[in-house]
Nanobody, 124 residues
Framework: QVQLVESGGGLVQAGGSLRLSCTASGRTFSIRTLGWFRQAPGKEREFVAGIIGSGRSTYYTDSMKGRFTISRENAKNAIYLQMNSLKPEDTAVYYC?????????????????WGQGTQVTVSS
């Protein structure tokens, strides 16, 4: 089992920044990919960013590329999501996921474990 705990969400004005953190514990040796997803009310969970292995390979949804940056700190079994130039449409619950596969970093179904989520609200 792998446990994931997210933190760093909150309320921010449009144009502001937030940094989300996700810490993994348990059988972390089995993790190949860590990713961030988000889910807005009434919508499906969508991919935001993913990172494979030590962090040399990163993936983003096109609409967030350039505004969001994913990074990994292996010594702490942690990943981060730096979010800049936030927009009201970025409002959602952000989830951290862990996958034992490196093949499908953008696919929700490829992730085996999920955190409880952290709320991000961007006001206009």
């Amino acid at each position: 089992q792998v446990q994931l705990v997210e933190s760093g969400g909150g309320l921010v004005q449009a144009g502001g920044s937030l940094r989300l953190s996700c810490t993994a514990s348990g059988r972390t040796f089995s993790i190949r990919t860590l990713g961030w997803f988000r889910q807005a009310p009434g919508k499906e969970r969508e991919f935001v960013a993913g990172i494979i292995g030590s962090g040399r390979s990163t993936y983003y949804t096109d609409s967030m590329k350039g505004r969001f940056t994913i990074s990994r700190e292996n010594a702490k079994n942690a990943i981060y999501l730096q979010m800049n130039s936030l927009k009201p449409e970025d409002t959602a619950v952000y989830y951290c996921g862990a996958s034992s596969s490196a093949a499908y970093p953008r696919t929700t179904g490829a992730y085996d474990y999920w955190g409880q989520g952290t709320q991000v609200t961007v006001s206009s």
